[in-house]
């Protein structure tokens, strides 16, 4: 059978005897489209079995067109892709492994450029053209895909080699995909504070995002189409773009975060009913009545602590000793292993993955780790309790959650909401119909 499936009999004969395992890559017809917002072209399908490429024609002008396969492609037991969160947007409900989580834990980084082919300068050349890819010949895909299978098969052989592989692929992937599936509603004020392609990721005033968690930290980044959502300021005038599509924005964020999470993994007790920056304070000032001055300072200095280092004359207090001796152990046990695991995900933080490393650095490393898979393992639950609800949740921001909530839901729902997001560490509320006005209720 030549490369090209585009017959039904040729697609029944290449299906008949197929394994349970394949590569599937997707050929979209624009590549700087939102995946949300994409159509395919074709299919790419490196047989385990066969061992061999082929693509399967979809929509592509040069070969007869066929219906998506989807009823073959359930058939596997296992689908290798390059992105799983992807994959999710473009076909759900198949059992994909994802490939780029495999090559991050083992490496701490994004999955190295892929071979430069003709279809990459012909795309180059063709950059903004409206379905690029179905003016690139279909040999010159296959030629690009083929050569990407080579590179990535490396890491297929390997990919039950890290213990955290089953966090990322059964957890991670899935929740990112449905974060950036949802949209944000934009408004008239958009055009004046962003400068974008909108055919790229806007449709019906919705705009959509993307999670990149393949970051020193693993801390997801949210940035696409020119727009950094992980860090839309406050005084800009950015977020008076963004408004409820149902009838109200509800931002619930963790009062204190980090001292909270510093507090829990070394082991001391912080009162949830008082927020942690005056108890903080009342350390460093070693009285009872903080002022607002005081509040102000004990935040710079705790900050100063937990990303510069612990100041000696801080380590009388019982909080700052144990997160001492905590940084201590952390970085024994990094020495002596090469490596420390996260408490979650249970991924490798490895020595040789890191530069210059230090022990305050691994701890930082260490407490955003842990605040990012905590955050996604509870979201994971989340969207759970939303499946059946009309609400939505629209943004995460590191600490933050933001939901586009629908009265309809009722206050029970909001109720559940709370209760299921402050079951470990306490939270604030603010709400309103535009981003930049969140007020406490």
């Known amino acids: 059978m030549y490369y090209l499936i585009e017959t039904k009999d040729q697609l029944n004969r290449f299906f008949k005897d197929e394994g349970n395992e394949c590569y599937l890559q997707f050929i979209t017809n624009n590549d700087e489209v939102h995946p949300k917002l994409q159509s395919l072209c074709s299919l790419y399908i490196y047989s385990f079995s066969k061992e061999k490429g082929f693509i399967i024609n979809l929509n592509h002008p040069e070969a007869f067109e066929l219906d998506l396969p989807l009823n073959y492609l359930k058939s596997y037991k296992n689908i290798f892709v390059k992105e799983k969160t992807k994959a999710l947007l473009y076909l759900p409900h198949l059992p994909y492994t994802d490939i780029q989580s495999i090559f991050y834990l083992l490496k701490n980084e994004p999955l190295d450029p892929l071979p430069k082919t003709a279809a990459h300068i012909f795309y180059e050349r063709k950059f903004g053209v409206n379905n690029v890819n179905k003016i690139i010949p279909i040999a010159k895909h296959y030629e690009a895909l083929t050569q990407e299978f080579t590179a990535l098969y490396p890491y297929i052989i390997n990919y039950k080699s890290e213990e955290s592989n089953k966090w990322y692929n059964e957890i991670l992937t899935p929740t990112l995909a449905k974060m950036v599936s949802e949209g944000?509603?934009?408004?008239?004020?958009?055009?004046?504070?962003?400068?974008?392609?909108?055919?790229?990721?806007?449709?019906?005033?919705?705009?959509?995002?993307?999670?990149?968690?393949?970051?020193?930290?693993?801390?997801?980044?949210?940035?696409?189409?020119?727009?950094?959502?992980?860090?839309?300021?406050?005084?800009?005038?950015?977020?008076?773009?963004?408004?409820?599509?149902?009838?109200?924005?509800?931002?619930?964020?963790?009062?204190?975060?980090?001292?909270?999470?510093?507090?829990?993994?070394?082991?001391?007790?912080?009162?949830?009913?008082?927020?942690?920056?005056?108890?903080?304070?009342?350390?460093?000032?070693?009285?009872?009545?903080?002022?607002?001055?005081?509040?102000?300072?004990?935040?710079?200095?705790?900050?100063?602590?937990?990303?510069?280092?612990?100041?000696?004359?801080?380590?009388?207090h019982e909080y700052f000793n144990k997160t001492q001796k905590f940084i201590d152990n952390l970085w024994e046990e990094f020495n002596e292993k090469g490596y420390v695991k996260t408490l979650i995900a249970r991924r490798r933080l490895l020595k040789d993955n890191y530069k210059n490393i230090t022990p305050q650095k691994l701890f930082n490393y260490y407490i955003q780790a842990f605040e990012t898979e905590y955050n996604i393992t509870l979201l994971s639950r989340i969207f759970k309790f939303l499946e059946d609800k009309k609400s939505k949740m629209v943004l995460y921001v590191y600490d933050s959650m933001l939901f586009d909530f629908s009265l309809e839901d009722g206050k029970e729902t909001l109720q559940s909401l709370k209760k299921l997001i402050s079951s470990d560490f306490p939270i604030k509320i603010k709400k309103g119909n535009i981003y930049s006005s969140l007020k406490a209720p």
């Open 184 to 316: 944000f509603k934009t408004n008239k004020n958009f055009q004046k504070h962003f400068d974008i392609n909108e055919k790229f990721s806007i449709k019906e005033d919705k705009i959509y995002g993307w999670y990149n968690f393949c970051t020193t930290t693993g801390r997801p980044t949210n940035n696409f189409n020119k727009i950094n959502f992980s860090a839309l300021k406050h005084d800009s005038g950015e977020r008076d773009s963004f408004e409820a599509d149902n009838d109200i924005l509800i931002e619930m964020d963790y009062e204190g975060y980090h001292p909270r999470i510093i507090a829990y993994l070394a082991g001391y007790n912080i009162n949830d009913k008082e927020s942690v920056h005056t108890q903080l304070a009342k350390m460093y000032f070693e009285t009872e009545e903080i002022d607002a001055e005081m509040y102000k300072k004990s935040k710079e200095l705790t900050f100063q602590q937990m990303y510069g280092g612990i100041s000696k004359k801080y380590l009388k």
